[in-house]
């Protein structure tokens, strides 16, 4: 079970918890909410001052501050909740990689062509209105050549130019304004002329033709105009007193081939020109704004959009020109908002180029919206595919996270369905490889477990069976050794006190290992128990103890054993092996190794009782004191070293030669350090069992 608050597996992680109002940006932000909302209502019922305006901006700047930051906020303390799921992060991804710059270059294209489109929709307004400009230049020039040829018909000309003008310029306005002395060119000949014609008693007077409607009638030029031998430009007028009332237009001043009198041509861009305009360029003009250097409600310099301006995608536009103070000369500056459609700019263009009929405005859209349609889809497919990809690579992604889920679990039967044959198949192949790999080497464990816990109840039953301590006995002293391997094995050992001065010893090795080899050890400690009181002969009861076993032991089991009687009292060695290891005794400093004939005990085959009991031999000889008489295992003769050398039977027969002189137990001690010198490092393979018997005493000394 997980631990209390612990995310489950197979969950993602849990946000950290976190109080997003009780932080400065949460904080400012329903101040500033709270602020906004008041003054919002405010403003729908009065007029706000100004500085109560300017504390609004000031307010929605901190609510948009304050909304940004708490979102800043949240997607840090979020971050990992939000792009935990691996699918997640690949969709995000390929929004980063495909779609966003797809988006960037739209913008970039977007940008590009309004850009483009505002400097043509200016271009092509600025050209029709040039149109004007050159006209009512162009009337200026001719009323002043025609004048100059005949200085008497002055009004005649006048009012016959605005006449064949009428249909084409309704509105156009002209004067021929004298120069006065005091703004003469200091030209010789400018000088003379003036003179001569003062002279010829010619009275210079200003001629008028046309409406007038929309400034007074000029009657005199400024200082600037005579100075700078005539004008042509833009000039703004308030009508009826107004001055947010404002309209444009187009003057012209040039002057007599004589230099003496200036005609000046005005032409208001009314509605009719506005009009005009509009078919000729497609753009039409809308608000404006106008500096006050020119007598308008605007400050100096470019100045802002006209108010009420909406920057439309391809449909609005703006367009700035030069205006001019007729009092002063100044220049200052005039903003038009046009409402210039693409789709009649394109017709004033294409019209303009003969090529209408070659390639429709609706031919066009038909085009770009067939390219809009096409790079959707595509843009859709590619969307739709990459989320499907991401898709099967994180659910494969995910089963790999559910199996370890379920191998942390326990569960380690459970297998990924493969379904693809990538790297992400070769990986969940894997991993169910693994995971069987796992529940087998978890059988195996089971297994050696099961094993070690029956090694160690074979342990603790060899342990119960072997004596807890040598008997002690007036004339012998006892050392006995039993030192187990790694494994249990069958080695057992016992004493049994048959008389007041008769010892029975018995060393065996049980074939096997575990807990069977222990029961058969069990069942022969019983059977020696019950024998050893019986039979005074080892042959016979070697032989009685063969007959019973054989009867319960299996086919691939059987039992070494040698037994000895040691009767102090006779002085006699009697002992009889069955298959086991030879028997040392030392004598008065030479070692001897008894081995009567015999075979192993229990053999399930066919006449082995009778073969068992041929070949048995008893063997018997005289002891006397200082004699010491040893009884082992093969663990001790068939230790081995790192090259797989032997210790020996001749090699524990002469160690125990050489320590005849020390007690039994000196002896036990001596011999298990020399074959612990002699194996060195090597691991021991089998159980090292001996018992070291030192008569001290015989007959009546005994």
């Known amino acids: 079970m997980p631990a209390s608050g612990a995310t489950p597996p197979g969950a993602p992680p849990s946000p950290r918890d976190f109080e ?103 271009y092509v307004f600025r050209e029709g209105f040039k149109d004007f400009e050159d006209d009512v230049q162009q009337i200026a020039e001719t009323s002043a050549i025609e004048i100059g040829r005949s200085p008497q018909t002055t009004q005649a000309a006048i009012d016959r130019k605005v006449i064949n003008l009428t249909q084409q310029y309704p509105a156009l306005s002209l004067a021929v304004l004298p120069v006065t002395a005091s703004v003469q060119p200091s030209e010789k000949n400018g000088a003379a002329r003036q003179t001569r014609t003062l002279e010829k008693g010619i009275q210079l007077q200003a001629a008028y033709a046309g409406a007038w409607r929309h400034v007074p009638v000029p009657t005199e030029l400024p200082q600037w105009v005579a100075v700078g031998r005539g004008f042509q430009g833009v000039l703004a007028y308030a009508t009826n007193g107004q001055p947010d009332d404002e309209h444009l237009l187009v003057r012209a001043v040039v002057p007599t081939p004589d230099g003496t009198r200036m005609v000046l041509a005005d032409l208001p ?81 294409a019209s303009a180029q003969r090529a209408r009929a070659d390639l429709p405005w609706d031919y066009f859209l038909a085009v770009l919206g067939i390219l809009a349609v096409l790079f959707l889809i595509i843009q859709g497919s590619a969307l739709f595919f990459g989320a499907a990809l991401a898709r099967s690579i994180t659910s494969a992604v995910h089963e790999l996270f559910v199996g370890t889920a379920r191998v942390q679990q326990g569960d380690f039967g459970h297998r990924i369905q493969i379904e693809s044959r990538d790297q992400l198949g070769d990986l969940a192949d894997s991993f169910n490889r693994m995971s069987a790999s796992i529940e087998h080497l978890l059988h195996v464990q089971r297994e050696k477990q099961r094993l070690d816990d029956e090694l160690r109840i074979a342990r603790d039953i060899q342990k119960s069976l072997l004596p807890v301590e040598p008997p002690r006995m007036s004339g012998i002293a006892i050392a006995d050794l039993c ?204 159980d090292m069992t001996m018992v070291v018997i030192k008569i001290t005493a015989t007959g009546e000394a005994a």
């Open 20 to 122: 997003y109002l009780d932080t400065l940006a949460g904080r400012l932000l329903i101040l500033s909410g709270a602020l906004m909302l008041v003054l919002l209502v405010l403003r729908a019922f009065v007029t706000l001052p100004e500085i109560l305006e300017i504390f609004r901006k000031v307010v929605t700047l901190a609510f948009i501050v304050a909304v940004i930051w708490l979102g800043a906020l949240v997607f840090k303390y979020n971050r990992r909740l939000l792009l935990w799921r691996v699918r997640r992060k690949l969709i995000l991804s390929y929004l980063l990689l495909g779609f966003v710059p797809v988006v960037l270059v739209a913008i970039f294209a977007l940008t590009s062509g309004f850009v483009l489109y505002t400097n043509v929709a200016a």
């Open 269 to 349: 861009i009314d509605t009719e020109m506005v009009a005009k305009l509009d078919d000729q360029t497609g753009a039409r003009m809308g608000e404006m704004t106008v500096d006050k250097v020119c007598g308008g409600t605007a400050g100096q310099g470019p100045g802002p959009a006209p108010r009420g301006q909406v920057f439309s995608l391809f449909r609005k536009s703006v367009f700035f020109m030069d205006c001019t103070d007729w009092e002063f000369g100044q220049k200052g500056r005039v903003s038009i908002a046009l409402d210039a459609p693409l789709s009649r700019l394109y017709g004033r263009l």
């Open 483 to 686: 030192e187990p391997a790694r494994e249990v094995g069958g080695d057992y050992y016992d004493f049994f006190e048959i008389g007041p001065r008769q010892l029975g010893v018995l060393v065996a090795d049980v074939s096997g290992k575990g807990t069977s080899a222990a029961l058969y050890m069990a069942e022969l400690k019983g059977l020696m128990l019950a024998l050893s009181h019986e039979q005074r002969s080892p042959r016979q009861l070697l032989i009685d103890v063969n007959r019973r076993l054989a009867e319960h032991l299996d086919n691939r089991s059987f039992i070494t054993m040698t037994y000895a009687i040691i009767d102090l009292e006779a002085a006699t060695l009697t002992l009889a092996r069955a298959g086991h290891t030879p028997t040392i005794v030392v004598s008065a400093g030479a070692s001897h190794l008894i081995t009567p004939e015999g075979m192993v005990l229990g053999l399930r085959l066919p006449g082995a009782g009778e073969r068992f009991e041929q070949m048995l031999r008893e063997h018997s000889q005289p002891i006397a004191a200082g004699d010491v008489i040893v009884l082992y295992t093969d663990g001790i003769t068939e230790a081995m070293d790192a090259d797989g050398e032997l210790f020996g039977d001749t090699a524990l027969a002469h160690v125990l030669a050489s320590q005849q002189h020390l007690d039994a137990a000196g002896i036990r001690e001596r011999v298990l350090r020399e074959v612990k010198a002699f194996v060195g490092d090597a691991e021991p393979h089998d």
